[in-house]
Structure formats: C-alpha cells, structure tokens
C-alpha cells in the first residue's frame, strides 16, 4: 500500500501560480512512476502530468503543457507540480497518483494508489 496526501491547493487569480505537492508513505516510493489528475465538477477526471520513477522522463497534456511542471524527490517521497499561468479551466480538485508501471501511463485507471485530492480555483 502507498498512502499520497496532496497540499498546496487553494484560490488564485488568472495569470498566477501555484505549487501542489504530494507526500508519499508505505511502500518504497522510488519504486512507482507518479501522475498528476484533475477532475472539474460534472467532468471525468483526465490527464495532467507524470513522471517516472527517476525523475528522468516526463509526459503532459496538451493543455498543461509549457505552464505546469511535474518533479520529485525521492529522497523526501515527495512528488510537486508547478503550475504557472494558471486559466480559469485549470479550476479543478487536483490528485496525486502512484503507478507500478515500468511505462508512463495517461489513463486513470492504469494507476494504483490515489490521494484525496486538493482543490485548485482559478478566478478570471
């Protein structure tokens, strides 16, 4: 089992940043490739980054791409997405996910373990 808590959540107006992170606990946290999801109210949750397990590739979806950046720390089990220029579509609750995969993987439902999830708002 792999426990993720995510952090870093909150209002912010069009233009502006915000810094999520993810704390992982329980099993070896190297071991997993992490992504990033979001699912706005109504919506199915999608895509928004991963990483792999070394932090040497990385994948993004075509909307993020350019604004967000995905990292982590192996060292602190801890995974971060950095997210600049921020757009009114970017409101949604935000999850941290945990993937057992050598291959990085888009689909929800390829992962493993999943936070609750932190609420990102983005005002116009």
């Known amino acids: 089992q792999v426990q993720l808590v995510e952090s870093g959540g909150g209002l912010v107006q069009a233009g502006g940043s915000l810094r999520l992170s993810c704390v992982a606990s329980?099993?070896?946290?190297?071991?997993?490739?992490m992504g990033w999801f979001r699912q706005a109210p109504g919506k199915e949750r999608e895509f928004v980054a991963t990483?792999?397990?070394?932090?040497?590739?990385?994948s993004y979806a075509d909307s993020v791409k350019g604004r967000f950046t995905i990292s982590r720390d192996n060292a602190k089990n801890m995974v971060y997405l950095q997210m600049n220029s921020l757009k009114p579509e970017d409101t949604a609750v935000y999850y941290c996910?945990?993937?057992?995969?050598?291959?990085?993987?888009?689909?929800?439902?390829?992962?493993?373990?999943w936070g609750q999830g932190t609420q990102v708002t983005v005002s116009s």
């Open positions: 990483i792999s397990w070394c932090g040497g590739r990385t």
């Open positions: 329980g099993r070896t946290f190297s071991n997993y490739n």
């Open positions: 996910a945990a993937d057992r995969s050598a291959s990085l993987r888009i689909g929800a439902h390829e992962y493993d373990y």
